[in-house]
């Protein structure tokens, strides 16, 4: 297990932009894939962004252009800087940890997850 800790979100009007951060515990952060995934309320989970150990990354759809998932290795830190937000992107945003190195887009690919972090675009 890698304990995850986000933080960042916050309530911002459509058109701001937040960056989340999640931070890793351990030694094995920069040797893991990592990724973001969101839950808006009455909807399952949903894919956001992932990036491989190497920072290939992926996107979905409905943020590509928009959301840009990076990693600091250094400070075991994982981030999603998000731009253009709209009232869509509202939901809660975990991050997501797998246990080998290149990156995958499914819930299951993941065995740790953070608390989540509320994020809320509205005007």
């Known amino acids: 297990q890698v304990p995850l800790v986000e933080s960042g979100g916050g309530l911002v009007q459509p058109g701001d932009s937040l960056r989340l951060s999640c931070v890793a515990s351990?030694?094995?952060?920069?040797?893991?894939?990592m990724g973001w995934f969101r839950q808006a309320p009455g909807k399952e989970r949903e894919f956001v962004a992932t990036?491989?150990?190497?920072?290939?990354?992926t996107y979905a759809d409905s943020v590509k252009g928009r959301f840009t998932i990076s990693r600091d290795n250094a400070k075991n830190t994982l981030y999603l800087q998000m731009n253009g937000l709209k009232p869509e992107d509202t939901a809660v945003y975990y991050c997501a940890a797998r246990a080998v190195r290149y990156y995958g887009t499914r819930d299951a690919d993941y065995v740790a997850w953070g608390q989540g972090t509320q994020v809320t675009v509205s005007s």
């Open positions: 351990g030694r094995t952060f920069s040797n893991l894939a």
């Open positions: 990036i491989s150990w190497r920072s290939t990354t």
